[in-house]
């Protein structure tokens, strides 16, 4: 996120305004969150602001996005 931060700032999407972020989703394994959460990402941002440019980001966001870690929570 590090890398996209400067271009959403650019772009005026206040949503990742920081190089690191959290997302909670649920998934079945280590590969199906890492999809989740950049998809959930790509949501997000696209709901902040809709526009070419904004599309285009959301479009290589496999390529700036890199998951340091995931951690399973157990409900009781």
Do not use: W
């Amino acid at each position: 996120m590090e890398e996209l931060t400067p271009l959403l700032r650019e772009s005026k999407v206040g949503i990742y305004s920081k190089p690191t972020t959290f997302i909670f989703i649920q998934a079945d394994d280590p590969d199906g969150a890492c999809e989740e959460a950049t998809k959930k990402i790509g949501i997000n941002i696209l709901k902040e602001k809709n526009n070419s440019i904004t599309q285009d980001i959301v479009a290589m966001l496999h390529d700036y996005i890199r998951v340091v870690k995931i951690r399973s929570i157990k409900h009781a």
